[in-house]
């Protein structure tokens, strides 16, 4: 009886310890906003992300833009995933009302978030041409295309 009362004591501890929910998550509260360094203008990419990053249901926002199209993909809270679909679509309403000019491609999917960070960190390391940008945002886009 006695190991039985310790068993369960156990797996109740353990039960609380697994669902002790902080927030483990890679990114900080206040993520750094980069500045991308390029021969194109980054600035609508910089603006969509200081516009969706004070957003509590955003863990991570990543963007880049040509001069027709701003990609954006966000993270969210695993928990957050249950209404994904309705905040993706305001969010995208929220980019095209604030981008009109351009053609707003946004995404949740990892592999898209992943390509996405790796392009801005080019951008960031090295001078890469428009011509370049666009040809890896073409292939990002088609990628995500491609996943829905």
Not at 48 to 56: R, S, V, Y
Not at 103 to 128: G, P, V, W, Y
Request: hydrophobic residues 35%.
């Amino acid at each position: 009886m006695r190991n039985k009362k310790m068993a369960l004591l156990l797996l109740f501890i353990l039960f609380l310890v697994g669902c002790n929910h902080q927030n483990e998550s890679s990114y900080s509260e206040n993520p750094n906003i980069k500045h991308l360094s390029t021969n194109s203008s980054q600035d609508p990419a910089t603006q969509a992300k200081e516009l969706l990053i004070n957003k509590d249901d955003i863990t991570a926002v990543h963007a880049v833009n040509t001069d027709d199209t701003l990609l954006v993909t966000i993270e969210v809270p695993h928990h957050e995933r249950f209404s994904l679909q309705d905040k993706t679509e305001a969010y995208q309403k929220e980019l095209e009302q604030a981008f009109p000019d351009f053609t707003i491609e946004l995404s949740t999917d990892k592999k898209i978030i992943l390509e996405t960070a790796k392009l801005e960190e080019k951008m960031d390391n090295q001078t890469l041409t428009k011509e370049e940008i666009k040809k890896k945002m073409k292939e990002i886009i088609h990628l995500s295309k491609e996943q829905t």
